[in-house]
């Protein structure tokens, strides 16, 4: 059976089916939840070592599983184009990998071992063709992405080392659209509490607060805030917001309780200083507790910065000219509705980052599923993406 996809040109690219299977599988069998990546990470150092590649092992910061790093060059000055993904699983039931029918299924298959299976497949492909006639790949891959176990800190860390491209592809499973802007996001846990001790209702102290009607005020306000916040608008990726998930007090119907907590999350556009976010949220809050007579306490869990990517970037027109030759039309555009780490490439490093992956279903969840197909599709993207980015302009 030919196991190999070809795709003409002035050096001949090859992407092999079953090497590529077999690499997201290898991945795949390897528990990795967020913060003990650790074995797949030293898994994967030893297999590119044993393909032939240089591996570096930056610890950024986090010593239970160092991240591995490619570099692989041309020998000629160019561009460098970085291939980027995550190691972790979200923290759920271990599933092991099995194929059939054109998909591969697993824990983490489609977020995102088996996009990372396509970008190691890219790498392999042009070493092989010799596809690169100037410039360099940096292909690297971590944990602590998947919240809230992780909080990207040791990506950011590597970025800070100097591990960043001059862009950055990301096979998270996303395929449409190209991502042009995206919002900032942080969670936050807000607690309310009164002095003294729960007690019966008909026995509650007439000059306590309310903490139940401290959190009944402090959700109005809310919806107030997200109100406001709905103007202005992107018309890609929406307004900024506030927003509640859980609210939860008392133990039984006739308590009249001690503390109160709120969960939720707050989103913000590009041009926006995080920082700034933080601080007005946490006077708001002061604000409330000054009014309402109770102590309120918030933990601010910030997760990404916002993001945008410049549509003239000859990254951007490099990968759209690829993806126009092999799909017959340019990928449309549209906003990211999430966050992932190419947010961090953009606040960090201004960096351009494209988030482009194949198509799945299950992410965090026991049903993961990705197809083989379009992994295959993904790796030439990136291969030839590489190709025609990394040579500068004469």
């Not at 239970?64 to 490619?70: C, L, S």
Request: glycine share 10%; net charge negative; charged share 20%.
């Amino acid at each position: 059976m030919n196991t190999t996809h070809t795709t003409g040109g002035p050096s001949e690219l090859r992407i092999d089916r079953q090497r590529l299977t077999e690499t997201a599988v290898r991945l795949i069998e390897i528990p990795s939840p967020t913060g003990q990546a650790g074995a797949v990470s030293d898994f994967l150092a030893e297999f590119l070592r044993d393909d032939g590649f240089d591996v570096e092992r930056p610890v950024a910061g986090h010593p239970a599983a160092p991240a591995v790093a490619v570099r692989y060059s041309s020998g000629r000055p160019g561009r460098t184009l970085q291939f980027d993904g995550h190691l972790d699983t979200v923290h759920l039931p271990f599933v092991a990998p099995t194929v059939e029918d054109g998909l591969i299924r697993g824990s983490g298959a489609s977020d995102m071992k088996g996009g990372l299976a396509a970008a190691i497949e890219a790498l392999r492909a042009i070493r092989d063709a010799n596809l690169l006639s100037a410039g360099s790949i940096l292909l690297t891959a971590h944990d602590l992405h998947e919240a809230p176990w992780g909080d990207g800190r040791q990506l950011d860390q590597m970025i800070r080392d100097g591990y960043v491209g001059d862009a950055v592809l990301i096979p998270e499973p996303m395929h449409e659209p190209l991502a042009v802007i995206g919002r900032g996001s942080a969670t936050w846990k807000v607690s309310i509490h009164r002095e003294g001790p729960p007690v019966h209702e008909v026995r509650r102290p007439l000059d306590q607060p309310s903490v139940i009607a401290a959190g009944a005020e402090l959700v109005t306000r809310l919806n107030a805030m997200n109100d406001r916040l709905s103007h202005p608008t992107d018309p890609l990726c929406g307004p900024a917001s506030v927003f509640i998930g859980q609210f939860h007090a008392g133990e039984i119907y006739n308590q009249f309780p001690q503390d109160c907590w709120l969960q939720g999350t707050r989103r913000w556009l590009p041009g926006t200083d995080r920082r700034t976010v933080e601080s007005e949220f946490r006077a708001f809050l002061g604000e409330l507790a000054q009014q309402t007579r109770t102590k309120i306490d918030c933990d601010w869990f910030f997760i990404r910065d916002a993001f945008r990517l410049d549509q003239a970037d000859p990254f951007v027109t490099a990968f759209q000219s690829v993806y126009r030759d092999r799909s017959g039309a340019p990928l449309a555009i549209g906003g990211k509705l999430f966050v992932d780490d190419g947010n961090s490439f953009y606040s960090l490093a201004q960096v351009p980052a494209i988030t482009h992956g194949a198509r799945g279903g299950g992410a965090h969840t026991t049903e993961e599923w990705v197809s083989i197909d379009d992994l295959i599709r993904v790796a030439e993207v990136y291969a030839l993406t590489a190709a025609a980015y990394c040579p500068r302009p004469a």
